[in-house]
């Protein structure tokens, strides 16, 4: 099969390549035929090696597709049946599980550095799937539990988005910081996963969403979403001044994963209110708030890993959503690609140029 390998953190290019096999299905693994799969900012940070992940690789961790065979003993799906990856398989037994974090799960992720699940080459060299997953092949084989049923009815673009892009987003919303009707939001970082922020916090019925993004070609976009305001980070005094006359914004959503936009989300927010940290930032990128302000102004600092997402509850619930109209996720994806346009497709998210685009399987 065809799939696209990155031989080593930091390669320009990846090696888009036919002669690529899989490990024999577990009896607990599924394998996945993809359908659609998206190009995600996170797959960039695991190729510059910002998120760190084993090597050979396999990017790509937002995708949807149709289950193709199953282990012996798999009970939650079976060939035919239309799934959204997830890439954060939970074990549904751990403590974290079981106490209602599953996206917290590690058992899968961890497994992910040791368990290479693709071949390729003359000596069938073992490549890793990013997350696990490694969706940009044309198939994979994942853990049961990371491959979650969803309605037929549902675009393989959509169930794609659901895989990544919407739950974090939607989910940082609605699960974190639970977003209250009336209520004013400002979002830094308008990319998928931002404008998912936008959504869920529409959905939520805040009355004030404002959308920050240094790129005003993004701001129409923002708007068609559910921001009822967009500005640059140059114009953020006056649309604090003239939207919470100076007090600030009951949340404050960070989507870019920089220690600078967390400390800016820190300023804009309300005493009182709650900072959520959605972007995934570097190892080594340090935020400095004040013991002082920690206590005295009584700001909530949150993470919101994956939505703080239950996936067997949540895809099915957003797809719902979609079905009636209320996630756009349509106007999200920036143009439909074949595997063969992935570099390009690399470097035009590299230059900020897009979106999201999504990877159509021939």
């Not at 949540?314 to 349509?330: R, V, W």
């Amino acid at each position: 099969m065809r799939a696209a390998i990155l031989h080593a953190v930091g390669n320009d290019k990846l090696d888009i390549r036919d002669d690529v096999t899989l490990a024999p299905v577990g009896p607990t693994d599924v394998r996945v035929r993809i359908r659609a799969t998206g190009v995600c900012h996170s797959d960039l940070s695991a190729m510059s090696g910002v998120l760190p992940q084993p090597m050979p690789l396999v990017p790509g961790h937002e995708g949807a597709g149709e289950v193709v065979e199953v282990g012996d003993h798999v009970d939650s799906v079976r060939p035919g049946d239309h799934v959204v990856i997830s890439w954060r398989p939970a074990c549904q037994s751990c403590d974290l599980c079981l106490g209602g974090q599953p996206y917290l799960c590690p058992k899968y992720i961890i497994e992910s550095f040791s368990k290479g699940n693709f071949r390729f080459g003359g000596d069938a060299a073992t490549a890793f799937g990013m997350a696990g997953c490694g969706t940009w092949a044309e198939e994979i084989v994942i853990p049961q539990q990371g491959a979650i049923k969803i309605d037929d009815e549902v675009s393989w673009e959509a169930a794609a988005l659901i895989g990544c892009g919407i739950t974090t987003g939607v989910g940082a919303a609605l699960n974190t910081a639970k977003v209250r009707p009336g209520s004013t939001v400002a979002v830094i970082g308008c990319g998928g996963v931002g404008l998912s922020v936008i959504q869920g916090a529409r959905v939520s019925g805040a009355r004030t969403i404002l959308a920050i993004d240094p790129l005003e070609s993004k701001h129409e976009l923002a708007r068609k979403v559910g921001a009822t305001h967009a500005v640059t980070p140059e114009q953020v005094p006056g649309a604090l001044n003239d939207l919470t006359a100076g007090a600030g914004f009951d949340y404050g959503f960070e989507v870019v994963g920089k220690s600078a936009t967390i400390q800016s989300a820190w300023q804009i927010t309300r005493a009182g209110g709650d900072v959520i940290v959605v972007g995934a930032g570097a190892l080594d990128d340090m935020v400095s708030i004040s013991a002082f302000s920690l206590l005295f102004e009584g700001k909530r600092l949150l993470s919101s890993l994956y939505g703080e997402a239950d996936v067997r509850r949540d895809f099915p619930y957003f797809a719902k959503l979609h079905k009636a109209g209320q996630l756009d996720l349509e106007s999200m994806i920036s143009s439909r690609i074949r595997l063969a346009d992935l570099n390009d497709a690399v470097e035009a998210l590299r230059r900020g140029e897009v979106l999201r685009q999504i990877v159509l399987m021939d």
